[in-house]
């Protein structure tokens, strides 16, 4: 049965995996598209059993607990989002990437406490457009440590960077143009990768929301290259939360 640990250089809150990074990991024992669902905190540098049930779905185990199940999936967006480099670039200039600021500093995608080429470093901000949908953008040049032996940037890097943006989507409120203090953690996400790009090679990543309901919030996701080639696209699910859950303080 494969082994799956989780270095706690990909954490998402202090004590727990970044959630896209996590699906990615599993995703990569799925063919094809697929959906993640994360039942419970991704625990760091523990060895998780990853392996497939009957019914053809895999899941990510922690002794008896069950952390993640994945599946294939297709993965069909209603609508996707583009923005050029500049304009990328022009929204990350009213991201939350001051420390103080961000509800999750230390995050491997998004922690403006993360050096570079230490975390993804992407913080996406809205894009100056007269829309029904807010749509948020960041550009991101993945670091060369990405890569592995075919040279292109790894899969599960792809489900991260596509994973945060679509948080902050979440809580963006367009008509004051700030974001709300909502607590999330991610409960799903499906993916779906047409290309890996090379590392250093520049990509805009885009998010918008797409509904709520109760406590979930919805959000998708693209990755495109500099000459707007699309790269991924995502679906996710957040679900809202106290701050101590979200920090892994509560059960």
């Known amino acids: 049965m494969p082994e799956i ?15 896209g990074y996590v ?50 999936a297709s993965v069909e967006l209603a609508q996707i989002e583009t923005a050029s480099l500049a304009e990328a670039r022009a929204a990350e200039l009213l991201a939350l990437f001051r420390p103080h600021e961000h509800p999750l500093p230390h995050c491997f995608v998004c922690g403006p406490a993360r050096a570079n080429g230490d975390g993804l470093r992407i913080f996406a901000g809205p ?3 007269r829309a029904r949908t807010p749509v948020l953008a ?53 993916a779906r990768i047409e290309t890996r790009p090379r590392p250093g090679a520049p990509c805009i990543i885009t998010a918008w929301p797409t509904g709520r309901d109760g406590r979930k919030r919805m959000a998708d996701a693209a990755l495109h290259d500099e000459a707007g080639r699309l790269l991924a696209v995502a679906r996710t699910t957040w679900i809202a939360v106290e701050r101590e859950v979200q920090l892994g303080r509560l059960p």
């Open 127 to 129: 894009l100056r457009r």
């Open 138 to 190: 960041a550009s991101w040049a993945p670091d060369p440590n990405l890569a592995v032996a075919d040279g292109l940037v790894a899969s599960e890097f792809l489900w991260s960077a596509l994973d945060c943006p679509t948080g902050f989507a979440c809580n963006y409120d367009q008509e004051s143009g700030s974001f709300e203090k909502t607590p999330l953690l991610l409960g799903r996400m499906s």
């Open 23 to 72: 699906c990615g990991r599993l995703a990569r024992h799925i063919p094809g598209p697929a959906e993640v669902t994360l039942r419970a905190p991704p625990p760091l540098d523990t060895p998780l059993a990853a392996g497939m049930t009957d019914d053809g779905t895999w899941e990510l185990r922690d002794g008896g607990k069950v952390v993640a199940t994945g599946r294939g």
């Open 5 to 19: 640990i989780i270095n706690k250089s990909y954490c998402g809150p202090p004590n727990s995996g970044n959630g």
